[in-house]
């Protein structure tokens, strides 16, 4: 059940977890991209193993936040907001959510499928949950295409709610985000 706030901004440890992820995604992004690009095997595996690495803990932190954000509701919306621009807000943050949270998932199904180790920065390693058939590489196409187009539908909601951000700080100049999230 959602508590009712009553405070005009989130709680601490949301806005940690908020600044935490959002530092964290562009880093994510450029190792994905960069492992890909890379032409040395070897320097592409080690990319794509730091961005294994960091992929778990965007996914534990995005779990964290959600439940927090569930137990704890949200600070009241500014007051005299558009109805239109309230749903608009609120749909980005849940697609942002989803989308982080199936970034990684997809991630493990090719994980998984790469028979790649499953250590997770030396604390224990993944259990793997399936078993890909053998000679089959359908699944880690179809991962692999999940995971590029919700990257790149992160990128492009990040980029709709930082310009909403700006928007509210310099243009409206209402202060709506930055008095709550910083």
Known sequence: MTTPRTDHRYALLARALHWIVAAAIPVQVYLGHAAER???????FRLI???YQLGVAIFAL??????????HGTPPR??????????????VHWLLYALILTL????????VWMDAPMDVAGLGELPRLFTPPAGEETGRA???????FSAWLVVALVAVHV???LWHQFVQRDHAIT???L
């Open 38 to 44: 890379e032409a040395d095997r070897d320097a592409s």
């Open 49 to 51: 193993q730091q961005h």
């Open 62 to 71: 995005m779990l964290l936040r959600i439940l927090w954000r569930v137990g």
């Open 78 to 91: 500014p007051r005299g907001e558009p109805r239109w621009r309230r749903l608009v807000a609120v749909t």
């Open 104 to 111: 990684p998932v997809s991630g493990y199904v090719m994980w």
């Open 142 to 148: 179809l991962a692999w295409y999940i995971h590029t």
């Open 163 to 165: 310009g909403a951000a």
């Open 179 to 181: 008095s709550r999230i």
